[in-house]
């Protein structure tokens, strides 16, 4: 089924510019979750492996942070050209470590893709500020200098474009780095190190190292006074950890969190369109997305027909594996993730959840959850306090716009929200107040990378993409000049 030999994807770590086996000589499985098979065993970075990548982040840095922003701006736009070049092989790749249907993996690398057009755009726009002061005895000089090394760990959800997302804005913005994807899915930032490689990101300036010793590992890089930077995706249990990680050192902090969306459907909405919304919010990557919809709060006007039509769609997704053509839907990442959804659901229906669609694991190879619509979703569920990561649609019922902004906002997370309405005013309205990094007004897509992504609350810090996502790898240097 698949269109390239796995055994042409690089194994070993990427430090320097050379592939090279890890000093420990040991080896991680990596596994393919539509059958439980093994495709490729990678190279376990020790301690020592990790030192190697920062000393060499290290030593490209003074060049490539002089090296001319319309030099870096090229390079990154090669970046883009040949992932481009490439979409269908890597896409293969993705489906086949990751799990996601062959459609949304390739949604994914174009999205991976677009960051290093975006970024080399950006390269050689970032300007600084001047100004009198206002005493008038001299002038205030504002400009944006690389902050560094920069550590970058990212999840298994989207394996190129949460790495994209960082590396293009990092050597945008002049700095070197050390990527630590996660081991479920290393085989894609393995291929796209390749593809920088022959782009002409110079040695050193991109180093990959994968490692079943993320904790250690990642503390000592932080605990190392040559890196300035880390920018993390994951969950906010792990986020919070490497938050007091980073304070040793002081090292600046850019968080991608977990989420937990509410997505709000009021009577007045189209109907059809918040079908398709909720088809996307909820079932790209089989609901294994920060920005899945979690919560979906229907207004009881409309909730028969929305949980009825949504039901009819999800129960009639064709299962099976990722990376057959035909498949909408593919399994979970792993046995644990399709064992935590069980008793998510196990517990709304305790607490008098009915199943509209789905609601049991597939007896068969591989890891697989059908996709399940639940109505009559109690507030006080698991299912709605937690990120489920799976093709979960839980739906409750409420009445007035009041009470469900409220119940919208009630999470520790504020990562992105969903409302649907046809009345534009409380569309926006709506909007304003919910307490999240974005929204998705009428839509059940909102990456960009010309916008802003990221959240409030426990969902994160900082924003990637748009014209933030470079000042996150950047220090404001101020001069003041009398002249
Ligand atoms: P995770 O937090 O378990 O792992 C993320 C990365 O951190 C992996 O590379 C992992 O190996 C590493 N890691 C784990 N423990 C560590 C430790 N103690 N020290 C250092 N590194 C450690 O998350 P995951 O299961 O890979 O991904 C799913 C989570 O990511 C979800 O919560 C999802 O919402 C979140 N996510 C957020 C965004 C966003 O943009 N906000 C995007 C994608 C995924």
Redesign the pocket.
């Known amino acids: 089924m698949l269109s390239f030999d796995v055994a042409s994807i690089p194994t070993d770590l990427f430090i320097g510019g050379q592939w090279r086996a890890g000093r420990g000589g040991d080896k991680l499985d990596v596994f393919d979750p539509s059958t439980g098979q093994v495709i490729a065993q990678i190279a376990n970075a020790s301690l020592d492996d990790a030192m190697d990548a920062v000393a060499a982040a290290h030593a490209a840095g003074k060049g490539w942070a002089t090296t001319a922003p319309r030099k870096r701006s090229e390079i990154l736009r090669r970046c883009f050209d040949l992932m481009i070049e490439r979409r269908d092989m890597l896409a293969e790749l993705i489906s086949l470590e990751n799990g996601k249907s062959l459609v949304d993996a390739q949604g994914e690398v174009g999205y991976a893709a677009e960051f290093f057009r975006w970024f080399s755009e950006e390269a050689v726009r970032l300007n600084g500020e001047i100004s009198t002061a206002p005493g008038g005895a001299n002038k205030i000089l504002v400009e944006h200098q690389p902050i560094g090394v920069a550590v970058l760990?990212?999840?298994?959800?989207?394996p190129a474009a949460?790495a994209t997302?960082k590396i293009a804005p990092a050597l945008a913005a002049g700095c070197t780095c050390v990527l630590?994807?996660?081991?479920?899915t290393p085989l894609t930032a393995f291929a796209l190190a390749e593809i920088y490689r022959e782009a002409g990101v110079p040695d050193g300036v991109v180093n990959v190292i994968t490692t079943s010793r993320?904790?250690p590992?990642?503390?000592a890089m932080l605990n190392d006074p040559r890196v300035r930077k880390l920018s993390?995706?994951?969950?906010?249990?792990?986020?919070r950890?490497?938050l007091r990680?980073a304070a040793n050192t002081v090292v600046s902090c850019s968080m991608?969190?977990?989420?937990n969306a509410p997505f709000i459907v009021f009577d007045d909405a189209d109907l059809d369109a918040a079908i398709e919304g909720a088809m996307v919010a909820k079932m790209r990557n089989g609901g294994?997305?920060?920005?899945a919809a979690n919560r979906f709060y229907v207004q009881r006007g409309i909730a028969k027909a929305f949980s009825d039509k949504l039901a009819e769609r999800m129960g009639s997704m064709t299962v099976g594996i990722a990376y057959d053509k035909s498949v909408q839907c593919g399994p979970l990442?792993n046995v644990k993730a399709v064992n935590r959804i069980s008793g998510l659901v196990e517990d709304a229906k305790a607490r008098g959840a009915t199943v509209l669609a789905g609601g049991k694991s597939l007896d068969r190879s591989g890891y697989f959850y059908a996709p399940t619509v639940l109505a009559d979703v109690s507030p006080d569920s698991e299912i709605a306090a937690e990120?489920i990561?799976g093709p979960i649609a839980a739906i409750t019922t409420f009445d007035d716009e009041e009470a469900v902004i409220d119940l919208a906002n009630g999470t520790e997370y504020g990562?992105i929200s969903y409302v649907y309405t046809r009345d534009l005013a409380r569309g926006l309205r709506v909007s304003e107040r919910m307490d999240s990094g974005m929204v998705g007004l009428n839509r059940g897509l909102v990456s960009d990378p010309a916008a802003p992504?990221?959240?409030t609350k426990q969902?994160?810090l900082g924003r990637?993409g748009a014209h933030h996502g470079i000042l996150e790898f950047c220090e404001t240097k101020y001069i003041a000049v009398s002249w």
Do not use: D, H, Q
């Open positions: 760990v990212t999840p298994w959800n989207f949460m997302r630590k994807p996660a081991t479920e993320s904790g590992t990642v503390s993390f995706t994951g969950s906010t249990e792990v986020g950890v490497l990680e991608e969190l977990g989420g294994e997305a920060c920005t990442i990120e990561f990562l992504f990221g959240g969902s994160g990637e």
